[in-house]
């Protein structure tokens, strides 16, 4: 088996993949064709069967582990599989640990630098608010230090909820320091919980897709309502407080277009935009190269920086 973030055009496949999706579909002329997303530890693969009734196409399901051969082309500027055949495997022809992507990152030392990032928080209400999601409720913690922080475009692996929310944290504290303006205690705190909500719109691998909740409510709303519930579980917790807190939550996206209930009112709310916005761009474009490493020249367009990409030469 050869890991997808090794393919490159022109390549022949024949190995096993987890299959994270399948859809039948219909050509323009009507013709029944199946689109699936191949998965492994390295990324997806966008996979096509142009026959799905031919011999030598076998039988499977979403989530099937499947043995795949067929021919790597490009289309659109991203790469894609024409499957010639397939076929489900058996329990014992792979190793499930191949096939979820992990954050390079260590679990338990990302958990305890956020824990020391909480015992920064003075604010007793901020301080213990905190504590009583990522340090006494232990189901939360467990999703938490599980889940990605994307479908698609950036921390989209296990992990990767909480590799990208100490990333913000860090970019908060910076700009804390050197910003006297800002409040260090509401920031670190807003950056901590800004994306609590994925917990609960994203399901758990190797799903690692939209739930009910997600798809109806968003994570900002399901974080700002988790918030407004453990903040009236602390007596005496100051509404204005938990007001300010609240939409830096629901403001973090910067924009109504970009799904944020609020712009940014407060200068706290400005700084989380920026700090997230920075994070998930730095990380799609480390991911974007790590999937094209050794490519020299142009990448091609990109419709999230609405750019045709290329790594820096060498200096």
């Not at 579909?25 to 009734?53: C, E, F, H, M, R």
């Not at 260090?184 to 994203?202: P, Q, Y």
């Not at 939550?249 to 970009?258: D, K, N, R, S, T």
């Amino acid at each position: 088996m050869r890991f997808i973030n090794e393919l490159h055009e022109g390549n022949r496949i024949s190995g096993i993949y987890l299959c994270k999706q399948k859809q039948s579909a219909v050509t323009k002329n009507g013709k029944p064709y199946d689109s699936i997303i191949l998965q492994d530890k390295t990324g997806v693969l966008d996979g096509k069967i142009w026959d799905p009734n031919s011999l030598g196409i076998d039988e499977f399901d979403a989530l099937d582990y499947i043995d795949v051969m067929g021919d790597v082309t490009s289309f659109a500027g991203a790469m894609q599989v024409n499957i010639k055949r397939v076929r489900k495997a058996g329990e014992g022809e792979y190793d499930p640990a191949d096939y979820l992507p992990v954050s390079e990152n260590n679990a338990d030392d990302m958990y305890r630098q956020l824990c020391d990032m909480i015992s920064t928080v003075k604010n007793p209400y901020l301080n213990t608010i905190l504590r009583k999601l990522f340090v006494e409720d232990q189901e939360f913690i467990k999703a938490f230090q599980g889940h990605s922080a994307a479908k698609t475009v950036h921390h989209g692996f296990i992990g990767g909820l909480m590799e990208h929310t100490l990333s913000v944290a860090r970019l908060c504290d910076y700009m804390a320091g050197a910003y006297p303006l800002l409040k260090r205690d509401l920031l670190i705190t807003a950056a901590l919980l800004h994306d609590i909500g994925k917990t609960k719109e994203l399901s758990a691998f190797p799903q690692n897709d939209y739930t009910d909740e997600g798809q109806l409510l968003g994570h900002i709303i399901i974080g700002s309502q988790m918030i407004h519930d453990l903040a009236k579980e602390i007596p005496d917790f100051p509404e204005v407080l938990e007001n300010e807190l609240i939409h830096c939550i629901l403001a973090h996206h910067g924009e109504l277009e970009y799904g944020s209930p609020k712009k940014p009112a407060l200068a706290e709310a400005v700084a989380l935009n920026l700090a997230d916005n920075t994070d998930a761009r730095m990380e799609t474009l480390t991911e974007i190269f790590a999937a094209d490493k050794g490519k020299k020249d142009w990448l091609g367009y990109n419709r999230l920086f609405e750019s045709n990409l290329r790594r820096t030469g060498e200096v």
